[in-house]
C-alpha cells in the first residue's frame, strides 16, 4: 500500500508538468495498446477458510490493454494479463497455490485530453472479472466479479510511443469448497502497481 501511495503522489507533482510541454494529446477515435509488468499485493487480511486465517502471496507479471477514446477526455479500456500464481497459507502453513487471472473493464477520463501535453494522466472505473484456476487439491474456488478503479499517466516520447505507469485497485471475493461444502471466502483486493508502455494509433 506505501507503494501504491507513493507512486499516487508523483503522479499529482508530475501532471503539473503538463501545461509546459508540447506534444500530440489523446483525442476523439485514438486507439492503444499497452504492455508492461505489474506487481500485484493482495490486501493483509484475506479472510478465514475453513476456520483458519488465509494469506494470499504478492506476485508480479506480465499485464496488456487494449482502449479507445470515444472523445478527447473519455474513452474506454479492456485489460487483464498472464496468471498470476499465488502461494496460499492457512494460520501461516502452506497449502499450496492458485493461479489468478483478472480481466478488467474501465471507462477512463482523460482531464488533459485535447489540450496538448507531454504528460497525460487518466483516472477510470470499472468491473473486474477474475478467473482462478489450479486451485490446492481438493479444493474449488468460484470465478469473482467486483468494482475496480486506477488511476495512470501516459508520458509521450514521441506522438505514438508513450511511457506508462499505473495504479489499480479491485474487489475480488472469491467462494472457496470442498466438494459440496464451503468453507468460507478468500478476499483478495489486490492493490496493482504497474509500468511499461503505451503504443497510440
Not at 505514438?160 to 471466502?185: I, K, P
Amino acid at each position: 500500500m506505501r507503494k501504491a501511495t507513493l507512486f499516487s503522489a508523483a503522479l499529482i507533482a508530475t501532471t503539473g508538468l503538463a501545461a509546459t510541454q508540447t506534444a500530440l494529446a489523446y483525442q476523439a477515435g485514438d486507439v492503444f495498446v499497452r504492455g508492461g509488468i505489474a506487481q500485484v499485493e493482495p490486501t493483509s487480511d484475506n479472510g478465514n477458510v475453513a476456520g483458519s486465517e488465509l494469506d494470499v502471496s504478492d506476485e508480479n507479471g506480465f499485464t496488456y490493454g487494449l482502449g479507445y477514446l470515444f472523445s478527447d477526455k473519455v474513452g474506454v479500456e479492456l485489460n487483464g494479463s498472464e496468471a498470476f500464481e499465488h502461494d496460499l497459507s492457512l494460520n501461516g502453513s502452506g497449502i499450496g497455490s492458485v493461479d489468478r487471472m483478472p480481466v478488467n473493464l474501465y471507462a477512463n477520463y482523460y482531464p488533459l485530453g485535447g489540450t496538448g501535453g507531454k504528460v497525460q494522466p487518466y483516472v477510470g472505473v470499472g468491473v473486474n472479472y477474475t478467473d482462478y484456476s489450479n486451485a490446492p487439491s481438493g479444493l474449488s474456488i468460484d470465478d469473482s466479479w467486483g468494482a475496480t478503479g486506477q488511476i495512470g499517466v501516459d508520458l509521450a516520447l514521441t506522438d505514438y510511443l508513450l511511457l506508462n505507469g499505473s495504479v489499480s485497485y479491485a474487489d475480488v471475493e472469491a467462494d472457496v469448497s470442498s466438494g459440496s461444502t464451503s468453507l468460507g471466502t478468500g478476499d483478495v483486493d489486490p492493490v496493482t502497481i504497474g509500468g511499461g508502455i503505451t503504443l497510440r494509433f
